[in-house]
């Protein structure tokens, strides 16, 4: 279970909020206040299973202004959301019918799913071997020549070992990021620097 708080204490009871989301085609899930918030205990094996969006919604009426809000629930979390994040424009209709990101729509199955194609993350790769040397190559020299700079051998290579380590732990962490924007992108949830439509398994030129 993980629970996703809206502290607020101007939208307390008699007011109502429920949660709504995609997930269950935008039906109300209701919570209860409590502690200056309204607390939803919600269970990530059933709706909430996969990344989504969801809004918070007043009264029966009122959608929250957007943005839509997005979360990857993980057991055990708590998801806290205040009034500086969450507001309602009272004076707005509700939207009929309720409005859906693009990223949650159902892809139609005659249009092919889009992947990311950028290159980024293969020129990290093959360019990070190049910078580290040239970094330790680099830290070598100052480490040996600029002025005041007095240290032995072994100060030296524990210095450019530091250097390497620095460079090795900037790409991985980087590539680790690009990594799961190419995951969001797969499911919908971000866009592609440079979109590729990929064809569906099987898809060909029949005779």
């Known amino acids: 279970m993980f629970e996703i708080v809206f502290s607020t204490t101007k939208y307390a009871p008699p007011r109502g909020v429920t949660v709504r989301t995609p ?23 059933q709706v909430w299973d996969k990344p989504t969006y969801f809004k918070f919604f007043l009264d029966g009426e009122y959608w929250m202004d957007d943005p839509y809000l997005l979360i990857a629930p993980v057991a055990g979390s708590a998801y806290t959301y205040d009034e500086t994040k969450v507001t309602f424009s009272m004076d707005t209709a509700p939207v009929t019918p309720i409005p859906v990101p693009p990223v949650v729509v159902p892809v139609p199955s005659v249009v092919p799913p889009v992947s990311e194609g950028a290159i980024t993350n293969r020129i990290v790769v093959m ?68 979109a590729v439509i990929v064809p569906p398994t099987g898809s060909g030129n029949q005779q």
């Not at 409590?34 to 607390?39: A, E, F, K």
Request: net charge negative.
């Open 23 to 45: 997930n269950n085609d935008w039906q109300a899930i209701a919570g209860s206040y409590q502690d200056g918030g309204w607390v939803f205990s919600l269970d990530e094996t």
């Open 127 to 194: 360019v990070t071997p190049f910078l580290t040397i040239g970094a330790a190559w680099l830290s070598g020299v100052i480490a040996r020549h600029v002025p005041g700079v007095k240290l032995d051998q072994t100060q030296v290579v524990s210095f450019m070992i530091a250097i390497v380590a620095v460079c090795l732990a900037s790409a991985w962490k980087w590539l680790q990021g690009w990594q799961q924007h190419e995951l969001l992108v797969a499911q919908k949830l971000a866009a592609p620097i440079k």
